[in-house]
């Protein structure tokens, strides 16, 4: 389920009412070019790292509604804005 910018804001949306799907979780490699960066337009939320925007290049497996939940095995769910950055 990808959720919407405005369910993530204050409390997290309830999984309880709508199930997630069996392989909602999925595990994948970030593409970090030296020149372009990562390309993603990222914002903090209660969940994580909302996708906001993927352009072009460098192509990633992420698109936009995807929540970023962990980095490197490290989760990032119910942290602070500035424990998240």
């Known amino acids: 389920r ?5 369910e993530l804001q204050g409390e997290r949306p309830s999984t309880e009412e709508k199930p997630l799907p ?5 595990t ?3 593409r ?3 020149d372009l960066g990562a390309g ?3 914002e903090a939320c209660g969940a994580g790292y909302l996708v906001n925007d993927c352009f ?3 192509e990633q497996s992420l698109q936009s509604g995807d929540i970023i ?3 490197e095995r490290r989760l990032l769910v119910d942290l602070s804005e ?3 950055e």
Do not use: F, G, H, M
């Open 40 to 42: 993603l337009e990222l």
């Open 2 to 6: 990808r959720w919407k910018k405005e």
């Open 22 to 26: 069996e392989k909602a979780l999925r």
């Open 69 to 71: 939940v962990a980095i």
């Open 28 to 30: 994948c490699r970030l």
């Open 56 to 58: 072009a290049e460098p």
């Open 32 to 34: 970090v070019e030296r």
């Open 82 to 84: 500035d424990e998240v």
